[in-house]
């Protein structure tokens, strides 16, 4: 049994991505370390998923995960049988990462603690500010096929603030609140395992390596001077900017009303995509719309003032997680979006040439 667990949590748009890519590539300077980082035994050459963990957790948790069906989970559970195996196999310390896990109410994360089974757990949180991470989890729904306004979002999220506390703990599709109010998160996961067993790591933001160098700092494996430093090859989330969300948000919306089946969709937002990040003037990144910044300023004020009551452990500076609407983009234009549009059309064009009308119906 992994004499000590090293959980990491998310929360999503935190550079979980890039932390879990590093820690994949170096599964074998970890392991020399004492550091087990849990991999599927059966990898394809050359893949470059990484969710693995979050994937193991769907047949643990099931129904806790909204997006998750039966039939998934099911699928999952011989994969989440063999993280289990190696843990227990392992005398130093294991890391689990799983950004999904920082959603689940208490009972699930209760459930994860003790099926992984460790004598000592310890749980981390990478985080940024809601001023970054609202832009970026609504453009994500957008590259996955959603057509919903950045505004109509944040209403939604409204809503389910202002219900309360006790709703966001126990309604499923208030998730996102479960996991972004850090201080309600961090006191779920110490009440657990105790608040000196909760870390909170900040995103310093770019270059992203600093987030590496943080983490490492945080988890305490021993000496990681033999673990190879960030060279440029590990690959991060690339963004799309506000003018380009508002074309595949309206994409989006005609390919499902001229019924595309999803996977072709799927493809065809991705060469778009690819389109769009060899642009060399892509217009503004996304940022809160004037009329949510000063909902967001108190969002980020309570929040961040309860994660420094909560008593858990902080690496890095908290003030980092605050809002800021001098940090705001400038607001895109109508050319912005007709230049984005513009390659989006040339883009369709060069993927599908064969197809008169890429938006037409059983094509």
């Known amino acids: 049994m992994a004499e000590r667990l090293v959980l990491h949590i998310g929360v999503q748009k935190s550079g979980t991505t890039y932390l879990q890519q590093m820690m994949q590539d170096r599964t074998r300077e970890l392991a020399a370390i004492g550091a087990l980082y849990p991999v599927p035994p059966r990898r394809r050459p050359g893949a470059t998923r990484v969710n693995y963990h979050e994937t193991a957790s769907y047949a643990l948790l099931r129904g806790e995960y909204a997006w998750v069906t039966e039939a998934r989970a099911a699928k999952e559970q011989a994969w989440w049988e063999n ?3 190696q843990i227990r196999s392992w005398e130093g310390t294991a890391v689990v990462s799983a950004e999904a896990l920082s959603v689940v109410r ?5 459930k994860t603690i003790e099926a992984l089974g460790s004598p000592d757990t310890r749980v981390f949180i990478t985080a940024r500010g809601l001023g970054k991470l609202l832009p970026s989890v609504w453009q994500q729904h957008i590259r996955n096929g959603k057509s919903s306004s950045f505004h109509s979002y944040l209403r939604q999220l409204q809503r389910q603030r202002e219900a309360g506390w006790e709703a966001v703990e126990s309604d499923e599709k208030a998730h996102l609140w479960r996991a972004f109010a850090l ?4 006191r779920r996961w110490a009440s657990i395992v105790g608040t000196g ?3 909170l790591i900040t995103n310093p933001g770019s270059p992203a390596d600093r987030l590496w160098h943080r983490f490492l700092e945080a988890v305490e494996l021993g000496d990681t001077s033999g673990v190879s430093a960030p060279d440029g090859s590990t690959t991060v989330h690339s963004g799309v900017t506000a003018p380009e969300a508002e074309v ?34 892509r217009g503004p990144r996304l940022g809160i719309p004037a009329a949510y910044r000063e909902t967001v300023d108190a969002w980020s004020r309570d929040d961040v003032d309860d994660l420094r009551d909560s008593g858990v452990r902080i690496v890095g500076d908290a003030d980092e997680l605050r809002y800021s609407s001098d940090a705001e983009p ?10 984005a549009a513009g390659s989006a059309a040339a ?3 060069a993927w599908s040439p064969g197809l008169k009308n890429p938006l037409a119906k059983g094509d």
């Open 83 to 85: 993280l289990q195996k």
């Open 106 to 110: 208490s009972d699930a994360a209760r």
């Open 183 to 186: 201080g309600r998160l961090a």
């Open 197 to 199: 067993k909760v870390t």
């Open 248 to 281: 595949l948000r309206t994409l989006n919306s005609n390919l499902v009303a001229a019924e595309w089946p999803a996977d072709d969709a799927r493809r065809l937002r991705a060469r778009i995509i690819e389109g769009f990040a060899k642009r060399s003037s």
């Open 330 to 339: 400038p607001e895109h234009t109508v050319s912005d979006v007709a230049e």
């Open 347 to 349: 883009t369709a064009a």
